[in-house]
């Protein structure tokens, strides 16, 4: 069964930069679509951008369109989340997922302990 662990959180001023990563291993990691979500406090968890089991395709939520870009190198059983330009209503924990296709929501399984990003104005 895959485990997904998450990490590069931080605290930075608007306008800043975040790489966030998420290692993940089991004998099917190749074949998965991978999320990354955030929740504020208060608020629902959201989709934030998701990428094909192979790296071909890539999906973001509208917030995150041209200021953010996920990717993968299945070698290393990694998925990362490049975060520019960031605003203090990108502060949220952030986890990474299996999602489905093309719902693009959870595939199912637990929740990690995500990476906290704060970003202060």
């Known amino acids: 069964q895959e485990q997904l662990v998450e990490s590069g959180g931080g605290v930075v001023q608007a306008g800043g930069s975040l790489r966030l990563s998420c290692l993940a291993s089991?004998?099917?990691?190749?074949?998965?679509?991978v999320g990354w979500f955030r929740q504020a406090p208060g608020k629902e968890r959201e989709f934030v951008a998701g990428i094909s089991g192979f790296g071909d395709r890539t999906y973001y939520a509208a917030s995150a369109k041209g200021r953010f870009t996920i990717s993968r190198d299945n070698a290393k059983h990694m998925v990362y989340l490049q975060m520019n330009s960031l605003k203090p209503e990108d502060t949220a924990v952030y986890y990474c997922?299996?999602?489905?296709?093309?719902?693009?929501?959870?595939?199912?399984?637990?929740w990690g302990q995500g990476t906290q990003v704060t970003v202060s104005s």
């Open positions: 997922s299996r999602i489905r296709i093309p719902t693009l929501t959870p595939g199912g399984g637990s």
């Open positions: 089991g004998r099917t990691f190749g074949t998965y679509a």
